[in-house]
Every structure is written in C-alpha cells, then in structure tokens.
C-alpha cells in the first residue's frame, strides 16, 4: 500500500517562504510524475505545479517564478518551495503522484494535504 504523506505548512507572513515535502512510502516499483495541487475554501483543486520522471517542470501562471518543484528520487521525496507568499495563497496544498505499486499496478495517489495560511 502507497501512502504519501505532506508536511511543512503553517502560517507565515505575506513575503515569507515555506517548503512543503511530500514523502511517498509503501511499496513502491516506480514514481512517474509528480504534482502539487492546492484547494482554497470554496473554490475547486488546482494543479499548480508538475515534474515529470525526467525533471521536467511546470508550472501555473499563479505561482511561476515564486515556486519551485522538485523531487529526491532516492529518499521518494517531493518538494515544494514557495517563496513570496501571498494571502492568495492561502490553502490546503495536496501532492498527487502516478506511482507504480506493483507489477502491472499503476495509480494515482493523493495524500492528505497540509494547510498554508499566509496572513499577517
């Protein structure tokens, strides 16, 4: 069983900066591609960040240039650093992985989320 599991959020000041890391644990063949995604109350999940196998990112015109997404393939660690924070900000922030479990066993895996407040 795959679980991914966030930390490092919390509150901090518009300006400030967090690094979220999402660990993934289990039983794991594979890790394809990685995303963060963020939900602010009363609106919808957004993807804003995304790292393919290769490295390769991308990310939402929201956060371009003040995030940055990257991956330890050897400790199955995802990273999110956020610099500049905003109050718009503000949100639950959930990684989502397509990680091969198994022989034959490709998912998509969420974890649970961590907040971010950013409020002064």
């Known amino acids: 069983q795959v679980q991914l599991v966030e930390s490092g959020g919390g509150l901090v000041q518009p300006g400030g900066s967090l690094r979220l890391s999402c660990a993934a644990s289990g039983t794991i063949f594979s890790i394809y591609h990685m995303n963060w995604y963020r939900q602010a109350p009363g609106k919808q999940r957004d993807l804003i960040a995304h790292i393919a196998d290769d490295g390769t990112t991308n990310y939402a015109d929201s956060v371009t240039g003040r995030f940055t997404i990257s991956r330890d393939n050897v400790k199955n660690t995802l990273y999110l650093q956020m610099n500049n924070l905003k109050p718009e900000d503000t949100a639950v922030y959930y990684c989502?992985?397509?990680?091969?479990?198994?022989?034959?066993?490709?998912?998509?895996?969420w974890g649970h989320g961590t907040q971010v407040t950013v409020s002064s």
């Open positions: 989502n992985g397509l990680i091969e479990a198994g022989p034959r066993v490709l998912k998509n895996y």
